[in-house]
C-alpha cells in the first residue's frame, strides 16, 4: 500500500476551480506537512504565469523558481510535498514531465537548506494529474534520494478541517553570529560556510517546554501557552545554546588564512512550527522548531547579499535584514505563512507577493509582526524587527587552532617577540 494524502477541502474547492478556469497546463505545488505514511496537504499554490512560455509549455526551472521561493514562506513543519498538473492529456503522457518536475523542486529547495536531513525524514514527493474535463486524479510518489525511483501509487483522500487541528510551538532566539570573510565582499560562499558552523550549534542546542527538558519520546500534551497578536494559542519553547562544543567537534587542523573583514548578524527572531498529530512528539517539535530557526537566519542572510545594495560597490556598515511578516493561512485555524520585508517595502507589497505565489487573497489586517515586552540581555527590544548584518572591513589574520595548541602557540609567540627584542637591542 503506497502513502496516503490527506487533502484539505479548501485544496479540493480550490482544484476544481482552477479545472474550470483552465486555458491550457497548469502546474502548482502541493504545501503540507509530512507524518508517518500519511501526509497532510493544507495548500495548492499554483504557479505564476510565464509570460515568455505564455502558458503553452511546462517550464521546469521556472518551476522550480517558483517552488523555491515558496519555501521560504513556509514556516516549521510546512514544506513542498510535491507537484500537481491539471492538463487535457493523459495521465500515462504525464508522468515524464511531473517527475522532472518534482526532482528538479526539491533539488533547487535542498541546496538551500542548512539543516542536516534527519533519519525519520520522509523522502518521497508527490505528484498529482488532474484531468480538468473528467476531475479523475491520478496519484503517484517518487523517492527523491533515489534518482532511478519508479513511480509508485497513492492514494488520495479528501478531508474537512484538516488546517485547523494543529499544535504550535513557538520560541524567541537571540542570534549572536560571526562570520570571517577571506576579503572584503561578503559573498554567497563565505556567508555559508559561516552559517554552517551556526547551523550545528542550533541543531546541539538545548529545547526547553515549560521550563523543562522533556524526554524525546514524551507526548507533547503541556506547556506554557501564549497568544499571538490574533488570540491563537502558542506553546512557548526556549532555544538554549551549548557554551562549549563537543570534544569531537573541537579537534580540527591547523588552519591560518587572511581575513579581509566580517560579517556580523545580530538581533532577535521570532521561530514557529506546526505539528499535525493527535498527540505529537517532543523529539518532533524540537526538530521543526530548530528548522525553522535556522531557515529564517538563512534566509534573511541569502536574500540581503542577493539585493543590489550588498554589492561591493555599495557596501555600507550596517545592513538592517528583511523584517518576516506572519500571515493566517485562513480566518480560522492556527497555520501561518509567512514573507520578508524590506525597510522600503509596503504593506501592499507584501498582500500582493503573497497572492502571487501562493495564488490566495490574504487580507491586510491579518498580517502583523511579532513582538514581545521583555528585552534581551543586551537591552535591545526583542522584536523581530530588529536583526541586522553589520559588514566590517578590515585586515589581518583569523588563525583557528585545534584544542590543546593555544598554549604552544602562546609560547612560541613569546619566543618571537624576546628574539625580536634582542635583536632590536643589538641594533642600538
Not at 521561493?69 to 495521465?91: E, H, N
Not at 541546496?111 to 488532474?130: I, N, R
Not at 588563525?399 to 625580536?420: D, E, I, K
Amino acid at each position: 500500500m503506497g502513502r496516503v494524502y490527506i487533502v484539505d477541502e479548501d485544496v479540493e474547492e480550490y482544484l476544481s476551480k482552477l479545472c474550470s478556469q483552465q486555458a491550457g497546463p497548469v502546474t502548482g505545488l502541493l504545501i503540507g506537512q509530512s507524518s508517518g505514511q500519511r501526509d497532510f496537504v493544507v495548500i495548492a499554490a499554483p504557479t505564476p504565469k510565464d509570460e515568455e512560455s505564455a502558458g503553452k509549455t511546462v517550464d521546469k526551472e521556472w518551476v522550480s523558481e517558483h517552488a523555491r521561493q515558496v519555501s521560504r514562506m513556509l514556516l516549521g513543519g510546512l514544506t513542498v510535498l510535491g507537484v500537481f498538473m491539471i492538463t487535457d492529456a493523459d495521465a500515462k503522457d504525464t508522468i515524464t514531465t511531473l517527475r522532472q518536475l518534482v526532482f528538479a523542486v526539491e533539488n533547487l529547495i535542498s541546496s538551500e537548506q542548512k539543516w542536516s536531513p534527519a533519519e525519520d525524514d520522509v523522502t518521497d514527493c508527490v505528484t498529482l494529474h488532474v484531468n480538468p474535463k473528467t476531475r479523475k486524479t491520478v496519484c503517484r510518489t517518487f523517492d527523491i534520494k533515489d534518482p532511478k525511483s519508479a513511480a509508485k501509487p497513492a492514494d488520495l483522500k479528501y478531508q474537512s478541517g484538516v488546517g485547523s487541528c494543529w499544535t504550535t510551538v513557538s520560541c524567541w532566539l537571540n542570534v549572536d553570529l560571526l562570520i570571517p570573510l577571506p576579503d572584503s565582499r561578503a559573498s554567497k560562499e563565505n556567508s555559508q560556510k559561516g552559517l554552517q558552523v551556526w547551523t550545528r550549534q542550533i541543531e546541539n542546542a538545548v529545547c526547553l517546554i515549560d521550563g523543562k527538558k522533556l524526554p524525546e519520546d514524551s507526548e507533547l500534551t503541556s506547556g506554557q501557552v501564549v497568544y499571538d497578536e490574533l488570540h491563537r494559542p502558542l506553546m512557548q519553547c526556549r532555544i538554549l545554546l551549548l557554551s562549549a562544543v563537543r570534544q569531537e567537534e573541537q579537534r580540527s587542523a591547523d588552519v591560518v588564512q587572511p581575513c579581509g573583514g566580517s560579517v556580523t548578524v545580530r538581533g532577535a527572531v521570532h521561530c514557529r512550527a506546526f505539528l499535525h498529530t493527535h498527540k505529537p512528539k517532543v523529539k518532533l517539535a524540537e526538530k521543526l522548531l530548530k528548522r525553522d530557526a535556522i531557515s529564517t537566519v538563512a534566509t534573511r542572510v541569502q536574500m540581503l547579499l542577493d539585493e543590489p545594495l550588498a554589492s561591493e560597490e555599495q557596501i555600507k556598515d550596517e545592513f538592517c535584514l528583511p523584517r518576516r511578516i506572519f500571515c493566517p493561512l485562513k480566518s480560522s485555524g492556527s497555520l501561518y505563512v509567512c514573507d520578508y520585508q524590506f525597510s522600503d517595502e509596503g504593506l501592499s507589497e507584501i498582500v500582493d507577493r503573497l497572492k502571487e505565489m501562493l495564488g490566495c487573497s490574504f487580507p491586510a489586517c491579518g498580517i502583523y509582526l511579532p513582538s514581545f515586552n521583555r528585552t534581551t540581555p543586551h537591552s535591545l527590544p526583542l522584536t523581530d524587527s530588529y536583526c541586522h548584518m553589520c559588514v566590517n572591513v578590515f585586515c589581518s589574520f583569523v588563525f583557528f587552532l585545534p584544542s590543546g595548541l593555544g598554549a604552544f602557540m602562546a609560547a612560541a609567540a613569546a619566543l618571537l617577540a624576546t628574539a625580536a627584542s634582542m635583536m632590536y637591542y643589538s641594533d642600538m
